[in-house]
């Protein structure tokens, strides 16, 4: 977290700078926003990529575990714009006044707060769900997805890289009017990013079925591709559109995994969901299907 805490700096001094020496006004500094809050944007922004880091690595342990970082992302991404809001008032003191702007940041507030209730029954009711023996040996499944962890671990290295080059060549070579409105890092990062978690999930859903033929397997996995193609659909559509979207996703996934977990525990006698990462290899193996 030293990189949040050196950019959270870096965003207070720049703005410092441009409130205090006014001839350096022009350029980027002239569409920097002088509201010291805005800068809390920026740690948000590094505590983001380190969240999508533990995706990746979530990925090998538990197809579940993943799901549930991904609403994660999404609910981090929303409180985060609140404080990009906030620091976007003309004058927070007289917030009251500009009642359009106050209503768009009360609305993220609020689906914030809902998206934090799903995510957290979502990781509850995971842990009701009892696992049925495998019908084949998951080690196989278990190096393919730690292959396919690799893989999106190096695609989400080279978007990041895109996107910052994308951005600086805009920061470059747009006018200063230009800047703020299409230079939005999340533009590039966040929607390419869940573009290729669908295709993983997909790519999962058919590489587990030697594995797991059973009904509810595969119906659950299909609703968490659904579920994550929502979680896209919500980071293009405008707001506040976006946070129905968002809910509607998690919501989705939730109702899935409850039937599920229910499904499981009329149809099976064992025991329930334990550590992601048991020291059995056939107790990890196991997990590691969820």
């Known amino acids: 977290m030293r990189l949040a805490a050196s950019g959270f700096l870096i965003h207070l001094m720049l703005i410092a700078l441009a409130r205090t020496v006014p001839s350096l006004g022009a350029g980027v500094l002239a569409e920097l926003d002088r509201n010291f809050l805005h800068a809390v944007y920026t740690p948000f922004s590094f505590i983001l990529f380190y969240e999508v880091l533990l995706l990746v690595l979530a990925l090998p342990q538990s197809h579940t575990s993943s799901i549930g970082k991904q ?12 404080f990009k809001d906030i620091g976007e008032f003309r004058d927070p003191a007289t917030w009251l006044s500009q009642l359009d702007e ?4 009360l609305m993220d507030m609020g689906a914030a707060v809902l998206m934090f ?11 009701t769900v009892i696992h049925t023996n495998p019908q084949d040996d998951l080690n196989r499944f278990v190096s393919l997805k730690k292959s396919v962890a690799v893989l999106l671990c190096g695609t989400l290295l080279m978007l990041a890289a895109y996107s910052l080059l994308h951005w600086f060549g805009d920061v470059l070579t747009l006018r200063a009017d230009e800047i ?7 533009l590039f990062f966040f929607p390419a990013f869940f573009e ?3 295709f993983t999930d997909v790519f999962l859903l058919i590489i587990s079925l030697p594995f797991y033929e059973r009904y509810e397997y595969v119906i659950r996995n299909a609703g968490f591709v659904i579920s994550t193609v929502l979680l896209r659909f919500s980071l293009s559509t405008p707001k506040p559109y976006d946070l129905a979207v968002g809910l509607i996703a998690m919501i989705y996934g939730l109702c899935v995994l409850s039937i599920f977990s229910y499904f499981t525990r009329a149809t099976n006698t064992g025991n329930r969901e334990e550590a992601e990462v048991p020291s059995a290899n056939h107790s990890q193996a196991t997990a590691q299907i969820d």
């Open 180 to 186: 703020v409105q299409r230079t939005e890092l999340d």
């Open 117 to 127: 209730v799903l995510v957290t029954a979502f990781h509850r009711i995971r842990q």
């Open 196 to 198: 290729f978690m669908i």
């Open 102 to 105: 106050a209503l768009m940041v």
């Open 71 to 82: 609403y994660e992302i999404v609910s981090l991404i929303v409180i985060r714009r609140v």
